[in-house]
């Protein structure tokens, strides 16, 4: 992986992802892909970073796999089935980025300042809420190519928008269509549109307030918002119980309710 394909920085306990190879639309390349994998991982693990912000340089967020690339035809059969025992002999969470952003304990950011399409858009769907660009776009374009949807998309897009529509963006993704930054806030792809000046500061800014919040209360947020969606009431019930007795026995804990009392705001040190 050449260092220049995917940038990472930190600021006030914010992580920084941006894709950076805009010659090539941010498509995920090798390179792209281990640098994904490399900061997701950075950046869960490093417990000074409290949120994320995932983001691409150019004209596009991801466009996706690099189709000019793909190892298609029976004569690279062998290498295809090669790469997949490969991937087969590892867990999930050491090859993909997406995994790895859904199951991290921090809050991911995704600032979509632009094309968000085919397994990019799977990307985009895999942080915790997304900002888009007014110029954003996303569609489901692996069926154009006569591939199945990836990169996390069957199991990420039914669950933010609804089968059914799932599908009419698929069948829309088939035509090379795409859906526009106000239809994606419309169906709850994206929680905000802003211009393109202000996509990064709005970004920057929710993810400091994140970071400015409790880490546990955070991660536990998280795990039980998705999980919650796969569970019963009850056992809904029984983790909140479980979280919040946790909690409690944290300093974190202990310093929320201290500054309740004394009417000032928390500072939280992840403990």
């Known amino acids: 992986m050449s260092e220049e394909e995917v940038l990472f920085r930190i600021e006030d306990g914010v992580g920084v992802i941006t894709l950076n190879r805009h010659d090539r639309r941010n498509a995920l390349t090798p390179g792209i892909r281990d640098g994904l994998i490399k900061y997701t991982s950075l950046a869960d693990q490093d417990p000074s970073i409290r949120a994320v912000v995932l983001t691409g340089n150019g004209t596009a967020f991801c466009s996706g796999g690099d189709v000019g690339n793909f190892s298609v035809g029976e004569e690279n059969r062998e290498s295809r089935e090669k790469r997949s ?10 090859n993909h980025y997406g995994y790895i952003i859904r199951n991290s304990k921090k809050i991911f950011v995704g600032a979509i300042n632009g094309h968000a399409v085919g397994a990019g858009f799977g990307l985009a769907l895999s942080t915790d809420i997304c900002i888009a660009s007014e110029s954003a776009k996303f569609g489901v374009f692996q069926l154009r190519r006569g591939i199945q949807p ?14 059914q529509k799932a599908f009419e963006l698929a069948i829309k993704g088939s035509q090379g269509l795409t859906i526009d930054a106000q239809e994606a806030l419309n169906i709850g792809v994206v929680m905000k549109v802003v211009t393109a000046d202000q996509l990064m500061d709005d970004a920057m800014d929710l993810a400091k307030i994140i970071a400015k919040g409790s880490p546990i209360g955070f991660a536990l947020a998280k795990r039980g918002f998705y999980n919650g969606t796969e569970w019963s009431f009850a056992e809904a019930i029984n983790s909140e119980a479980e979280g919040v007795n ?26």
């Open 85 to 94: 025992s490969e991937i087969g002999s590892r867990s999930l969470s050491e």
């Open 246 to 271: 946790y909690c409690f026995g944290t300093e974190d804990g202990a310093e929320g309710v201290r500054a309740f009392k004394e009417k000032r705001d928390p500072v939280f040190i992840g403990r």
């Open 150 to 163: 990836d990169g996390g998309l069957t199991y990420l897009l039914p669950r933010v928008v609804g089968t």
